[in-house]
């Protein structure tokens, strides 16, 4: 018997793109996002579900891609951080620069993801309060919170919550 099991051949849309990837059974979609394909803006931190790092969304929901297995998201939306902005910087990313929010930038990615699911699924300005609780499941070790959730409040300010 082969030592190996075979890979699975996994069809996805990543950031508006269909892909197909094979990847072992047991990768997470955090596996198969930064080592087969190459989108290495979600962060490999804990790698245990604890410091939402890896935060990307599926079908628009926020997920923990180091804790969710590459085939459970087999045929379904896949947004990463590459996938975040359009021609312009997203309302998010331009509020963290102008709000100096990122200092090691490790915790960034995982934060845009989680704060921009609030932002659309709240469609108006969010409190302080709400921007918090979205971001509850991700840690950053550098800035204290306060610039980025000032940031987070900021750019619901300027799109209404949604991009
Ligand atoms: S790397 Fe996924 S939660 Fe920490
Ligand atoms: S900016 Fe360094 S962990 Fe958040």
Redesign the pocket.
């Known amino acids: 018997m082969s030592p190996h099991p075979p890979s699975l051949l996994l069809t996805l849309r990543v950031n508006g793109l269909d892909v197909e990837v094979a990847a072992p059974p047991h990768y997470s979609l955090l596996e198969v996002l930064r080592y087969k394909l190459h989108l290495t803006g979600s962060k490999q931190g804990c790698d245990k579900g604890d410091c939402g790092a890896c935060t990307v969304q599926l079908d628009g929901q926020p997920v923990l891609s180091c804790i969710t297995l590459a085939a459970q998201a087999q045929g379904r939306e896949v947004l990463t951080v590459e996938g975040l902005a359009g021609r312009e910087a997203h309302p998010l990313q331009d509020a963290m620069d102008r709000f100096d929010a990122?200092?090691?930038?490790?915790?960034?990615p995982g934060i845009l993801m989680s704060a921009e699911h609030l932002l659309r699924t709240a469609g108006r300005e969010v409190t302080h309060a709400e921007a918090a609780h979205a971001i509850a499941g991700n840690l950053?070790?550098?800035?204290g919170y306060t610039k980025i959730l000032d940031a987070i409040v900021d750019a619901s300010t300027k799109t209404g919550g949604g991009r």
């Open positions: 990122a200092q090691c930038g490790f915790c960034t950053c070790r550098c800035t």
